[in-house]
């Protein structure tokens, strides 16, 4: 009895004391822990690469404008020099702003760059994880890659040089009788080029329903993917609440609905001309073909096979933008290169194929275009870092955001003497081959850009037939005066493009229009065997 009495006595005092004890030892113990953290992450931070110092629990939230933030990324590369970070909310950004930079991180330790940050509504909750430039370095993304790589590596690439140059001698013929439209015709070149190379059938019109659907779908996919937009990007833990109560979850979810039904509809198309032997060749049906050995669903091929639709219509069409905007400006660039096409080619044949490596001041204006305002002006999709690195003493953690910053890099002084100065000629004075090459405007490592030898063709000749067949010259005002496009106004959003702006196209000669009409008329037989997307898939409805 008394050892029981005892017992119960020393069991109510040790409660009483209990949350004494508790609050005397866990407060210090809480304290220690948030100063530790607070050390090591100044040391840690201390010792990553210089940046502006943010405020706590949101970083440098507040400094990053939501507009053409890659303009204040350059100033920061000025201040800091070629690597700097900063933090967004508790995820530690990396910012690279030399061309050497992006290669030594990027290229040279692409092992552990390729992976992409986690984007929770567009990658995750919006696309299922199907969309493969979103997706994380690992076995989900090689099998897209994979798939895609075979339907557009440079070799494979040379089989859609047939159907460009017919779809660049539509678009010559647009510009002849409709000038004043040029852009929507660059849109359709670039989007006709997209659905025939990936479906085997063409567009005649950028207003017709395959190409409005899939802008719809790729403007939705951009909208929801805007840094802050949506809770749960910072705080993935909201997953785990239960679907109900997941707010940000039906809109995005309705979307991966339509996104389904269209793409399935297309890859249906397919199949279903493959079934009665009318399907031409096209990245769908050798896809299909070789689905077994792939281990692919036909889901995953359908969102496969669509990558080309979102990564390479804006890109092209908007690089084309950029060299009409460039050619306003630089009026004697244009000549120097109209000269060099009459000399190689003549006046009553348009330029081909075969004419390129005679070409190359017209090769270098291209690449000056790439590099003089860059359409993924962020370096496209930005890389995440898997594991801890140190770069030039300076330390980079697992799971940094890394972009390249195409804005400072194609911008920097010392790699681009007087770099606001269109001088194609910059790439026909240097030795470095890697700027002979030029593959930096697609990318680094083993995310480079997959399209990049199609858009290399696409980009060839369209530039080469408009710089031959057509002057490009500012517009007048009602006094007969010129009026320039701003050089700086630009879209925001990851492909940047000139805010639109209204130019004369005029043909250079008579016979520059005949050798136009004539190769047209030619072409629309040609054509024919890519049927049009209008005619037979029309009745689709979302
Ligand atoms: C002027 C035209 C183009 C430019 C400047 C361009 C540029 C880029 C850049 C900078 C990247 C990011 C690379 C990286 O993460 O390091 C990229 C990725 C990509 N591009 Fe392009 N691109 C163009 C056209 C195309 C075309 C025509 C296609 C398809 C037919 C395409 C498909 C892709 C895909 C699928 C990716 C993602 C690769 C991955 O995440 O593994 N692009 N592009």
Redesign the pocket.
């Known amino acids: 009895m008394t050892l029981l009495h005892d017992l119960t006595e020393d069991l109510g005092t040790f409660r009483k004391a209990l949350p004494h004890v508790v609050l005397e030892n866990a407060i210090p113990l809480l304290i220690g822990l948030v100063a530790y953290a607070v050390v090591a992450s100044y040391v840690r931070r201390r010792n990553m690469p210089p940046g502006p110092h943010g405020l706590p629990f949101i970083g440098n939230k507040h400094q990053v404008p939501s507009i053409k933030p890659w303009r204040k990324f350059a100033e920061w590369n000025k201040q800091y020099g070629p690597i700097f970070s900063l933090h967004l909310g508790s995820t530690p950004v990396i910012v690279l702003g030399t061309a050497q930079a992006a290669w030594d991180l990027?290229e040279k330790r692409s092992d552990i760059y390729s992976s992409?940050p986690r984007f929770v509504v567009a990658g995750e909750i919006l696309s299922d994880n199907m969309r493969?430039?979103m997706l994380p370095y690992g076995e989900g993304?090689r099998k897209w890659?994979k798939v895609?790589h075979s339907g557009?590596h440079s070799r494979r690439a040379e089989d859609y040089k047939e159907m460009q140059s017919l779809e660049c001698i539509v678009l010559l013929h647009e510009l002849l009788t409709d000038p004043a439209n040029y852009e929507r015709h660059l849109q359709r070149f670039a989007a006709s080029v997209?659905t025939t190379?990936t479906y085997g059938r063409r567009v005649d019109s950028a207003d017709e329903w395959i190409v409005k659907e899939n802008m719809e779908a790729m403007d939705y996919l951009t909208s929801v993917n805007i840094p802050g937009k949506y809770l749960v990007e910072s705080w993935p833990w909201l997953l785990k609440l239960p679907r109900p109560l997941q707010w940000f979850r039906p809109e995005p979810e309705e979307h991966r609905q339509r996104d389904i039904a269209l793409l399935t509809h297309l890859l249906d198309d397919v199949k279903k001309r493959m079934a009665d032997g009318t399907a031409p060749d096209c990245l769908t049906a050798q896809t299909v073909n070789e689905q077994a050995k792939n281990g692919l669903s036909d889901l995953e091929i359908a969102y496969t096979v669509s990558?080309?639709f979102g990564?390479?219509i804006e890109?092209?069409a908007g690089?084309l933008c950029i060299l009409f905007l460039a050619m306003l400006h630089y009026p004697d660039v244009m000549r120097k290169a109209q000269e060099e096409l009459d000399r190689v080619v003549g006046q009553d044949r348009l330029p081909d194929y075969h004419d390129c490596e005679n070409l190359p001041y017209l090769n270098a204006l291209i690449n000056e275009t790439?590099r003089w305002r860059?359409?993924?002006i962020l370096?496209?999709?930005p890389?995440a870092v898997t594991t801890d690195d140190v770069y030039q003493g300076m330390y980079i953690p697992k799971g940094s955001t890394v972009f390249?910053n195409f804005a400072g890099i194609m911008h920097d002084p010392e790699m681009f003497p007087n770099p606001d100065e269109f001088r194609p000629e910059r790439f026909l004075e240097t030795d470095d081959p890697r700027l002979r090459d030029f593959e930096l405007?697609?990318?680094?490592?083993?995310?480079?850009?997959?399209?990049?030898h199609?858009?290399r063709n696409?980009?060839y000749i369209s530039v080469a037939r408009i710089i031959w067949a057509f002057d490009i010259l500012p517009a007048r005002d009602e006094h007969g005066g010129e009026i320039l496009p701003d050089r700086w106004d630009f879209t925001n959003g990851f492909n940047s493009k000139p805010v639109s702006f209204r130019c004369i196209v005029k043909p250079r000669t008579v016979r520059a229009t005949e050798c136009i009409q004539r190769e047209w008329e030619s072409a629309k037989e040609h054509l024919g065997k890519w049927e049009s997307a209008k005619e037979h898939l029309g009745k689709w409805q979302s």
């Open positions: 990027l992409r493969g430039l993304w890659r895609l557009l997209a190379l990558s080309p990564a390479g890109t092209t690089t790439l860059p359409i993924a370096g496209g999709t890389h390249a405007p697609f990318g680094f490592g083993r995310r480079i850009c997959v399209g990049m199609l858009a696409s980009l």
